[in-house]
Antibody, heavy 121, light 107 residues
């Protein structure tokens, strides 16, 4: 069974930095693209970033572009999100999700339980 | 960016009811449309992918349809475990986008 476990969330001041990790198990991590998604308290889902299986191509939402960096270490089955210049509005539960599918459809499954990032002074 | 508009934003229904949730894309996304169910405090779970394919293990009372810009999620015979929030998602283009969610509550 595929599983994802995030860590690294914390309370950080505005302007600070944080690195999130997502450890994958139960599937061949290096075969799949991966994603980060966030959910602010009481709000809906917001896609943050994606990375291809080999790590050569990345995508970002406009709200984090230039501040966040997605990366992966396939030898460690681990996905990362480096978050710099954090803002109060980045406060959210951050979850990773495996990107499955192919030309006829692509979807997120499974999702991790998430790690909480709180940006506050 | 492709905007995903779900309706209604919330609804109240009884066990046994038939529930219909719609999702409209601001431009054509072919069939790159997924549906997720999120219970309070839990991670979202995939229900339907590629507009109409039922994820393994998901009960057959769930069904999806549509293509292009208009999509529908139907829950036949609503069960107690079906309450929560439903989200649509398009994966046709980056940035990937979600609908605002439909909260299904007990009447």
């Amino acid at each position: 069974e595929a599983q994802l476990l995030e860590s690294g969330g914390d309370l950080v001041q505005p302007g600070g930095s944080l690195r999130l990790s997502c450890v994958a198990s139960g599937f061949t991590f290096s075969d799949y693209a991966m994603n980060w998604v966030r959910q602010a308290p009481g709000k809906g889902l917001e896609w943050v970033s994606s990375i291809t299986s080999g790590g050569s191509t990345t995508f970002y939402s406009d709200s984090v572009k230039g501040r966040f960096t997605i990366s992966r270490d396939n030898s460690k089955n681990t996905l990362y999100l480096q978050m710099n210049s954090l803002r109060v509005e980045d406060t959210a539960l951050y979850s990773c999700a495996k990107y499955d599918g192919s030309g006829s459809g692509r979807w997120f499954d499974p999702w991790g339980q998430g790690t909480l990032v709180t940006v506050s002074s | 960016d492709i905007q995903m508009t779900q309706s209604p934003s919330s609804l109240r229904a009884s066990v046994g009811d038939r529930v219909i949730i719609t999702c409209r894309a601001s431009q054509s996304i072919s069939r790159f449309l997924n549906w997720y169910h999120q219970k309070a405090g839990k991670a979202p779970a995939l229900l339907i992918y590629a507009a109409s394919s039922l994820q393994s293990g998901v009960p057959s009372r769930f069904s999806g349809s549509g293509s292009g810009t208009d999509f529908t999620l139907i829950i036949n015979t609503l069960q107690p475990e079906d309450f929560g929030t439903y989200y649509c998602q398009q994966t046709n283009n980056y940035p990937l986008t979600f609908g605002g969610g439909t909260k299904v509550e007990i009447k």
